[in-house]
């Protein structure tokens, strides 16, 4: 009787057959592989499909054509900053040439370690929104480039720092989102061979760019045809990176994806899967922290802060609200029909949903809420519409259970800061914000 073995990869395709009789040595084949099929295969992660999520090979898809759109236009920005900088021109001084290239590189540099300073923190959060925002800069870039063969030398040094500095927050915004989104796609640990793939993805489509990129240059030399191409591929550009971040499928809650869940659970009792948040995600519109009442009557923004800016920020003519809990301190300003909200987390707090979905929980209901002013926001020492701590464990759970990540913290978008509560000096009362009550309710005006 005789048995068949089989090598099979993560995929699960055949690679080997092998058969044992009783009287025969082991026979082996090998699997005959298209040569089609073999070169796919060298630009895809190992396992392909099962070893990343679905929305990759839409994303890649999309990526693809838009570094092919811009790599044509490279090729043109680049011949327009090499005539601005004097390349053909027999006038023209190369020490200039040189100032005008160091100060730009050095600006630029110097813009490069002040963005990720200051945004470093808010790109894994709204990857989606930086991945894009990188392209704009990019392309913003590109079209500055085209306007420094006509410009005297103060002018044209103004553009080259101003297009160094763009090229240097895309940059950052790229590669750092572009880290947040392979780790996104990586189900198996393949974090590392999914960017050696992509990277020679990225090989071949910028390669096929520059040859067709190098007939449009040699084509193209009037000055408008340049620039009406340059508009053209901008958009194509744009358009295929805006429809490859769209594709993506984000299993982590940012502010927006966190609010759009918990308003279609407080409108309709159901939870919103990744595929359908993505699916009504903005992009650069509507996130990081907008949040509305059920009517949309009375819209607003919420954020994070520390102690002293909750505590310490009343502007003149808003009502205020202060709210505490057994993790975090909360403050409501409301003026008309637009409102502010700012939380302090206390120490020991990992994960802000919670707190989060009190936000846009008390956003809802501000239409009755506030209807007659702040104190008809609290009644029997509750405010309304206040869900607790067990309601809210049972919708996270089904949160889980649709395929969210509750771990990931992607609601903070800067560092995170935690309230200490210290014990007051002898002989000294306790603040009302320290006592041992779950929650405390204030309204001041």
């Not at 002040?114 to 079209?143: T, V, W």
């Not at 918990?262 to 009504?280: I, M």
């Amino acid at each position: 009787m005789s048995r068949s073995f089989y090598d099979i990869d993560p995929a699960g395709e055949v690679l080997c057959t092998y058969t044992n009789g009783e009287k025969e040595k082991l026979k082996s084949e090998k699997t005959e592989v298209p040569i089609p099929k073999a070169v796919l295969y060298a630009f895809l992660p190992a396992g392909y499909p099962h070893s990343v999520t679905d929305d990759y090979l839409p994303y890649q898809t999309y990526d693809s054509l838009q570094a092919f759109a811009s790599s044509i236009t490279s090729l043109l920005a680049n011949r327009a900053v090499l005539e601005g900088l004097g390349v053909g021109d027999s006038s023209s001084s190369p020490t200039g040439a040189l100032i005008l290239k160091i100060t730009g590189d050095t600006i630029s540099r110097i813009a490069t370690i002040l963005f990720a300073h200051r945004m470093g923190q808010a790109i894994e959060p709204e990857c989606k929104f930086y991945r894009f925002l990188a392209d704009i800069f990019n392309d913003s870039a590109q079209f500055l480039d085209l306007l420094t063969p006509a410009l005297p030398y103060f002018p044209k040094l103004g553009v080259i720092v101003s297009a160094g500095v763009l090229r240097s927050l895309c940059g950052v915004a790229a590669n750092a989102s572009k880290a947040s989104l392979s780790a996104h796609f990586a189900l198996t640990g393949n974090l590392a061979e999914l960017n050696a793939k992509e990277a020679s993805q990225e090989t071949v489509v910028s390669l096929l760019g520059m040859l067709v990129g190098s007939l449009v240059v040699k084509m193209v030399e009037d000055k408008q045809v340049v620039w009406m191409l340059m508009v053209f591929l901008a958009g194509v550009h744009l358009a295929m990176n805006y429809h490859a971040v769209r594709a993506v499928k984000m299993r982590s809650l940012n502010r927006q994806r966190a609010t759009l869940v918990f308003r279609e659970w407080l409108d309709h009792g159901t939870v919103l899967t990744p595929q359908q948040v993505s699916q009504r995600e903005s992009i650069l519109r509507n996130g990081r922290g907008n949040l509305a009442s059920k009517s949309g009557d009375y819209t607003g923004f919420c954020d994070f802060g520390t102690y002293g800016d909750l505590m310490g920020w009343n502007p003149k003519g808003y009502h205020r609200y202060d709210f505490e809990t057994s993790t975090y301190f909360m403050g409501i300003w409301h003026r008309g029909g637009y409102f502010y909200m700012r939380i302090a987390l206390k120490e020991g707090t990992k994960n802000p949903l919670s707190a989060w979905f009190d936000a846009v929980n008390h956003a809802y209901h501000f239409d009755s809420a506030l209807k007659d002013g702040l104190e008809s926001h609290y009644e029997n020492e509750i405010p309304l519409g206040y869900v607790s701590e067990e309601q809210k464990q049972t919708i996270f759970a089904a949160m889980t259970a649709g395929g969210w990540d509750l771990e990931v913290n992607a609601l903070e978008t800067r560092l995170p800061v935690r309230v200490r509560a210290g014990d007051s000096r002898k002989g000294e009362p306790l603040p009302s914000s320290f006592l041992p009550p779950a929650a405390v309710f204030r309204a001041r005006y």
